[in-house]
Structure formats: C-alpha cells, structure tokens
C-alpha cells in the first residue's frame, strides 16, 4: 500500500520535472553546467594538529587538483576525464595516501587501490593491491574500457597494466619517510592505524560535465600496517565510489571496513534516487503533519540539495552508529556540490559553472558550510 501510494507521488514528481525544464527553455537559455568535488581524506585534522606551513602547503595541492578538474570541465570535457585529472595530482603529491605517499603495509609495501565510475551507463573498473603503477586511477579506469571485467587484483592487475602499456614504477617512487616512521610507530607502540595516521589521506573526485554525466573516482593506499592482503573501501564500487546519472556521484575517505559494511556509495545514491521517504513527504516544513501542500517543492533546487545533504547525512550517521568514522563527496545531475564527515575535518573542494571555487581543511569551513558532526 504504502508502496504504491509512493509509486504514485513519484510518478507525479516525474512528470512535473521536466514540465519545469520545458518552461525554464523557454524563458532564458540556461548555459550548460558543470561541478566538481574533491577530497583528500578526512579525520582529526584540527588547527592544532597542522601547522601553517602544512596548512598552506594542503592548500595548494587540493587547489591544484581542482584547477585540474576544472579546466577539463571549463573546456567542455567529460566528468570522466575531469576525475582522472583532478586525482592524477594528488596521487603524485605525498601528502595525500594514494599513489606517491602511500600508507605501508604491515610487511614494509605500499599496495594501492583505485576505481572509478561512470555515470551514464554504470560502467566501473576497480583494481587492489598494485604496488608498480604510478597513477591507479588511469589502471582503474582501463579496466573499465579494455577489459570485460570490473575488479582486478594484484600480479594480475599489473600484468593487465603492462599489456595496457603503463610503465612499470618502481617502489622508490611510493614510498615516503613519513609514512614508513607512521608504520614503525604503529608497530612500535602497538598503536591502531587510526592513533598513528589521525587522519585518512584517501583522495577522490566526483564530477558533472556540461553534457549532464556525472562520474566519481577515488585512489588510496589503504589504511597503515593492513595485513592479509586487506582490501578497503576504495576500490570496491559500491562502498567508496559510486556513480549514476540518474541519482549523484560519490566518493569516500575512512574507515574502510565501515563503509564496506553500509555500501556507502550506493547506499547514498539508492536513497536519493528512490526518493524521499513516506516519512520525509509527510514531514511539513512548519513541522505540521500531513500531505506536503506543494508537492513541485520537492523538485526546487535548495530542496533537491538539502535532500542530498540530509540523505548523505543519514548515511554518514549510520556509519557512526557501527563505530566508523569518515566522510563523502557528492555531486547531483543538477550540480549541488555537497560534503559530509563526523570527523573534525577532511580535506575538500569544489568549483563550478556559476565560479564557485573553494579548497577547506576544518570542520564548518567553506561557503554554505558543509555538514559536519564532529564528535572528537
Ligand atoms: N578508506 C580507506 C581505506 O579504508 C582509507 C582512507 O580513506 O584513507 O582503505
């Protein structure tokens, strides 16, 4: 019953949609709109535990890797190519964990993981535990176009990427002292990875192209001293990147296990493209009970934003429920740019069409201040 009544609210919602297009067509020509988000982990990342030196130097990489997005979406380039070119500089810069400045294993190696998402058709590549390719972001992707599967591991993977014609990067380039002390402090102190690291470095992008397409990608070296071969949320469509024309684009930083367990990725994007709740339509902005009076509400703009928000929100709590901790990117088809931690900080950006350009460390930084639940 209560299936149906919503079967019919959304189809009613549907067809109002594009009757607003059709009149907005009219009235003006809207110029084609692109977003872009990026990460570059989240955690206890406080003023006191940066100094201003990493401040600015943090800075500066996330504002390279959105310049880098950007201009491929300025230039009329897809979401896909627009999240390979805004991970590319963070995989290469040490401060983030994904490429260059991986986390080590408990065995003293850098493994890293990378996937992607395109939008329009679903396609996805993935691969895990490549320790010779210098951007895995570009492997990831190679799966997705050249090869009939989705999720490579390890040897395997690498050999694909030789036949592919990607170079083989030698350990040297990975590996940093930073990390390798983190790995011997975490051993010497039998600290989890949380105590030593404070925060995840994981980076990600999510993105709308002029064409409408969305895409979201993210690339890690996973969590400090991980053994038996553990794989975490990054590479695994569905936990840390998901993405569908039809709902948003996600990427994600965290506690990997956690949001294995919840599917954060989908899990947002289900949620958004199923709909509101029963709940949420009864919900009346005065806090009265009963039908929503003005059902084409729910297609304006701040309402499709604030509806992202709260369900990327809802996800996020769920998460914490379980005792993880972390945060997301997203991106709507109609290009609301949204973040969302219950961590302290994460490092984030994001830029658009309309010349919205913003790179944020701490918790309630940032233009129409993200959510963020800090519980440290
Ligand atoms: N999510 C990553 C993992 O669990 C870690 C991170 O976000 O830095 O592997």
Known sequence: MKNAFLTIVAASLAMLAPATAFADDH????????????????????????????????????????????????????????VQ????PMEDNPLFN?????????EGENELDASI??????????????????????????????????????????????EQGFEVTPPEWFATKRRRESLERMKARALSALDVDLKFGTVGAVALDQ?????????????????????????????????DNRSCAVSATGWGEFFIRVGVAQEICTRLRLGPTLSELFERPEGERGFISNPTSLVDPQVVASTAQSTADAVMAEVK???????????????????SFNTAGMYRGRANSDGLNEV??????GEAAASNTPDH
């Open 27 to 82: 009235t003006e020509v809207e110029k084609p709109k692109w977003s872009l988000a990026i990460h570059g982990g989240a955690g206890t990342i406080l003023p006191e535990n940066i100094t201003p030196e990493q401040r600015v130097a943090y800075e500066a990489a996330l504002q390279k890797a959105l310049d880098a997005g950007s201009e491929v979406l300025k230039n009329g380039g897809s979401a896909m190519e627009a």
């Open 321 to 339: 429920e379980l005792g993880g901790d972390g945060g997301i990117i997203l991106v709507t088809p109609e290009g609301h740019t949204i973040y």
């Open 360 to 365: 944020a460390i701490f918790g309630g930084e």
């Open 117 to 162: 998402m395109d939008g329009r058709d679903r396609s996805a590549g993935a691969v895990t535990g490549v320790k010779t390719v210098k951007n895995p972001i570009l492997l990831a992707d190679k799966v997705r176009t050249e090869s009939p599967h989705v999720f490579l591991m390890g040897e395997g993977a690498e050999q694909f990427a030789g």
């Open 85 to 88: 070119a805004a991970i590319i």
């Open 211 to 243: 064409e409408g397409n969305l895409a979201a990608g993210t690339s890690t070296g996973g969590m400090t001293g991980k053994r038996w071969g553990r794989i975490g949320d990054a590479p695994v469509i569905g936990a840390g990147t998901y993405a």
């Open 98 to 106: 994904a490429g260059r400045g991986a986390v080590f294993t408990w």
